[in-house]
């Protein structure tokens, strides 16, 4: 089976559940071969260095007017690249054609939006009939993940699934797998049994933590606390705490977070849906970030409604007593590693890899004219 994972680098969630995939994949299914492209490296080199800049300016800068178009889309019709301008959607249409050719996929799987309506776009056009699996790398399900030549969508959980049904796409189109995380974050629990408490925080791949000194210096004071604070690829912030507070290790991009994750009592973070998925397969206690997206708005209602974690009330500057209630509170601490083994024990664990099992028996083939020698794997 040929399989072509598209996916796009805004933050690195969606990258990093496509290596997921692959790494899933791989593992299950040793014969398949799998070509993962981000869509806007391949099909628009010279601009997506500037593009995921600009994203990376709006997330700092600018999350007031992300969350306004972002819920005007919501409340507003569906999202489609085809009622576009033709200038602006021809270059990823014609990329995608081409890197269609190449490599002859059986299915393409998508972790971006923007990928599943191109997808869909070139279906339509093309008259192609290439199975399209959407992985919704959230627990929401906004409209933008929702396209019409989508065959199959890859859900975070019963949430996710009851709200793509509300919004008409039929039950048997929708598997629950989890958001996908590496296989290291599968790997059993094994809790240190020190006195000491261990505090890890998190900022996702662009590292957004607080910017107040005050907030690292609370953090520093925290009696028999050790705490791992994870800059990921915000540079200037680890250059300005590296060695600069007693008791905080600061530690830029890393391959290692799951080794974190299984030593720490609770972690500080913002409410992103693979991170979640990563805390809650590492039974780690989440004191989130009040959520400044749209999205994790949703994540964050998902860490109440099920008990694993808190929301902080406070602003950075005055959150330390929120974050010591929380981390000194053992029976608290205890009930949320009951709750999230209870979410852990319940999601399937094969769904994806049997559905692509029953699509080798019972392949669906794309047209003729999509089959042209000299593809990758064939």
Known sequence: MNILILTGRFGMGHYSVAKTLVQEIEKNMPEACIETQDIFTYTTPFIAKTVYSAYTLLMNKGSKIYNFFYKKIETGKKPNI??????????????LDSLIKKNQPDLI???????????????????????????????SSHVE??????????????????????????????????IPVREQFKQPII??????????????????????????????????VHTTIITGNNLALYNRLYNRFPDLEVIGFTDQVYRYMQEAD????????????????SELPILAFTPFLAQEQENAAFIRHYQIGRIMQSAP??????????????????????????????????ALINTLNQITTNPITAPETQKTAGGACA
């Open 145 to 178: 993940w929702i396209t019409p030549e989508t065959n199959t969508y890859l859900v975070a959980s019963q949430m996710t699934k009851q709200e793509l049904i509300s919004q008409g796409i039929p039950e048997e189109r929708i598997i629950i797998t989890g």
């Open 266 to 281: 609770l972690i500080i973070t913002k409410p992103g849906g693979i991170t979640l998925f990563e805390t809650i397969h």
């Open 317 to 350: 500057n005055n959150c330390i007593e929120e974050i010591a209630a929380a981390l000194y509170d053992d029976n608290f601490l205890a009930a949320c590693r009951e709750n999230i083994r209870y979410i852990k024990d319940n999601l399937p664990t094969d």
């Open 109 to 139: 799987i998508s972790t971006l939006p923007f990928c599943s309506q191109l997808v869909s776009e070139y279906k339509e056009k093309y008259h192609s009939n290439i199975p399209l699996f959407t992985c919704i790398t959230d627990i």
């Open 191 to 224: 809790k240190s049994h020190s006195a000491e408490k261990h505090l890890l925080i998190m900022g996702g791949g662009l590292g957004l933590l607080p910017k107040q000194d005050r907030f690292y210096q609370q953090l520093s004071s925290l009696p028999g």
């Open 82 to 95: 085809g009622s576009s301008p033709i200038s602006f959607y021809l270059p990823y249409l014609l990329g």
